[in-house]
């Protein structure tokens, strides 16, 4: 078989593996000192008013874990006068420290909801060992943090996810998605819904559901699969 032909069956095979899996791109990246290299398109901002900004917060829960030989504490918390019934549903402040330094503070007018016992319809407590995210580690020296998003009707939650590393930590995206379901092998892959269906006044589906994949990509990172236009 000559070079010309081994290459175009290699083409094809690309091309055909291609449109079996679909194409991945990366959600962030990690330099080899830990720094966390964000990609700006993964992170839609959160609809804030100044007030919202700027308003004061109250603990509700912390949560202490390691990354490496970094310690790491997650506080929740709930705005000021938002009411105190949202505790059971949730909180809408996640403040993250490394080492008792605030590494992050995230703010948002909606709230985040438990990942069990909360507003989730689906309890992922098989995936994790708190209430508040779902872990995956992607390395020895890098955790990554799911956190899902309440549902309200009429739109998508959404899904933020933080990364942290021996060195820092820092948010890598935030997309109006919902988790769907999680597979552990090969790879850590969760599918997740990006488009909410909608029914008709007869109950007819007249917007079907859409769904992609956030995975592992296996050296370090998270991977979301694209969708065809």
């Known amino acids: 078989m000559n070079k010309l032909l081994v290459l175009a069956v290699l083409s094809m095979c690309t091309l055909f593996c291609n449109a079996q899996n679909g194409t991945y791109e990366d959600i962030f990246d ?3 000192d830990g720094s966390i290299n964000k990609v700006s398109f993964m992170i839609d901002d959160f609809d804030l008013s100044q007030t919202v900004k700027d308003v004061e917060y109250k603990t509700t829960f912390s949560h202490n874990f390691t990354v490496g030989t970094a310690s790491y504490t997650l506080k929740t918390g709930i705005l000021k006068d938002w009411g105190d019934g949202i505790f ?12 008792g330094r605030t590494e992050l503070i995230l703010k948002q007018p909606e709230i985040w ?6 507003g989730s319809a689906i309890d ?8 508040f995210f779902i872990p995956i580690k992607l390395s020895p020296n890098s955790l990554a943090m799911v956190f899902l998003g309440w549902p309200y009707g009429g739109d998508m939650p959404y899904m933020t996810i933080v990364v942290a590393t ?3 930590a820092n948010i890598v995206f935030n997309k109006r998605m919902g988790l769907d379901s999680i597979k552990t092998y090969p790879l850590y892959t969760m599918k ?8 008709d006044s007869c109950g007819k589906l ?5 769904f992609t994949e956030i995975k592992a990509s296996g050296y370090g990172t998270l991977q979301l699969k694209k969708q065809q236009q």
């Open 30 to 32: 990690v330099s080899s």
């Open 166 to 168: 021996e060195k820092e």
């Open 113 to 118: 909801t438990y990942v069990y016992d909360g």
């Open 88 to 99: 059971s549903r949730g909180f809408n402040v996640i403040s993250l420290y490394k080492d």
């Open 206 to 210: 007249c917007t079907p559901p859409v």
């Open 192 to 199: 997740v819904q990006t488009v909410l269906e909608e029914y």
């Open 124 to 131: 992922f407590r098989d995936y994790t060992d708190n209430q």
